[in-house]
């Protein structure tokens, strides 16, 4: 602007705020031909870039030409994805940034890259595992290159989560799981033990015991508290990563609810760890049984119904006859879905669905109650409304209210 023949120079410096979610939305939408994005893709976008308009552009650009995106209906959606990775440009600026430092200064930033959130100078330093006197001139030094920011009296993290990312990524890998098994360590001793955080440390630490423990813990807990979905995942996460003992693996997939997983095909994975747990060398019979009664039942949930069928029949043989395991292979075996069968074969499964131990806690009998009332009604017996008739009315717990929810459901649409 000109003053009195005068050009004023001064500059205005512009702060821009990230995205919101609804904004994030429309600005992917922006992208892809106007289409909308599904709710679900945006706000996964959202809690990966922070808003951020640079790393959203990019990221969605690396999410297209990876065919990690899809049309579905009229709008655009994420195939099955837990996680984006880091657009190459914003990759190679934070590398170039962090090649500058010394090692002990990177081996601080690892720590904080493995430890993933904020964290103060006494649990960085003992996962980075450098002497105090080292430690303090190193943190000093990993405060002063610009990747950081405060976060709350005393606590520090990642100016992003792409940049936490980019130096994860950049880690030793053996040194990576070092730090994890010290960061799970660190925070076993926590006031408040936080379970979900350990239950990653240790999976990724490759301690296979203490991160069992500690999923079903922070899994456990999620659903109590009706997060279903978290649940899910901290279970899903463990099972398709680590080679879990037979008897753990298929307790722990018995607890998956897979409509509340992300994408498309949440079963995969699921199936490809139980396949390899068949290949397991010394399988007893009885462990045979459970992993293909497992690999039936996840089959047929995902809508593989014949091959799912042919696993089950499988493991019948194998599998203890007064089980719950053996009550609910022949419950889905008499389900007449898939390829048609006599309804006598149905019937004959479902005849002897209930010749289970005494000890079968009281949610789990009322769940072979429901399933086969369900395959009774789908095959126009009347004993399955005697059955459906057994849903209690006042259910004892909310556990037993949800089976029962379910129960009504079946039979509502039986009834229509």
């Not at 980075?128 to 006197?133: D, K, N, T, V």
């Not at 901290?234 to 018995?254: D, F, G, Q, S, Y």
Request: hydrophobic share 45%; charged share 20%; proline share 5%.
């Amino acid at each position: 602007m000109a003053r009195d023949g005068v050009h004023d120079a001064r500059l205005v410096r512009l702060t821009l705020q990230p995205l919101g979610i609804d904004d994030t939305a429309s600005f992917v939408s922006s992208m892809l031909t106007e289409q909308n994005v599904s709710a679900e893709f945006a706000a996964f976008l959202h809690a990966r870039t922070e808003g951020v308009p640079l790393a959203l552009e990019e990221s969605v650009r690396l999410l297209h030409d990876r065919g990690d995106v899809i049309r579905r209906g009229d709008g655009w959606a994420r195939r099955r994805l837990t996680d984006i990775e880091v657009p190459p440009t914003t990759r190679d600026a934070v590398l170039e940034r962090f090649g500058r430092l010394g090692p002990d200064t990177r081996t601080v930033l690892y720590a904080m890259a493995v430890l993933g959130g904020p964290a103060d100078h006494a649990t960085v330093r003992a996962v980075a595992g450098l002497p105090e006197e080292r430690a303090a001139d190193r943190m000093a030094d990993a405060l002063a290159c610009g990747l950081l920011r405060e976060h709350g009296r005393g606590q520090w993290s990642f100016r992003h989560s792409l940049v936490c990312r980019a130096v994860y990524e950049a880690a030793p890998a053996q040194e990576r799981r070092l730090m994890h098994l010290r960061a799970g360590r660190v925070l076993e001793g926590a006031p408040l033990t936080p379970v979900a955080q350990l239950a990653r440390h240790f999976r990724l630490a490759g301690d296979v015991q203490a991160s069992i423990r500690f999923t079903e813990q922070a899994a456990g807990l999620a659903a109590q508290t009706g997060d279903v979905a978290t649940s899910s995942l901290l279970l899903h996460a463990l099972v398709t990563t680590t080679a879990v003992p037979v008897e753990t693996l298929v307790r722990l997939v018995m607890k998956i609810q897979f409509q509340s997983l992300p994408g498309s095909d949440p079963y995969s994975e699921i199936i490809a760890s139980l396949r390899s747990a068949l290949r397991t060398p010394s399988l007893t019979p009885e462990q045979e049984g459970l992993i293909r009664f497992q690999t039936g039942r996840v089959l047929m949930v995902s809508g593989s119904l014949d091959a799912g069928r042919l696993e089950l029949s499988k493991a019948v043989p194998a599998l203890a006859p007064d089980s719950l395991e053996a009550a609910r292979t022949r419950i889905l075996l008499g389900i007449p879905l898939g390829n048609a069968q006599p309804a006598s074969e149905h019937l004959r499964w479902l005849s002897g669905a209930f010749t289970v131990a005494p000890s079968l806690a009281r949610h789990e009998r009322l769940r072979l109650t429901l399933g086969r009332a369900s395959a009774l009604l789908l095959l126009g017996e009347d004993a399955g409304w005697a059955q459906a008739r057994r849903i209690p009315d006042d259910p004892a717990d909310a556990q037993e209210a949800a089976i029962a929810a379910i129960g009504h459901v079946n039979v509502g649409e039986s009834a229509m």
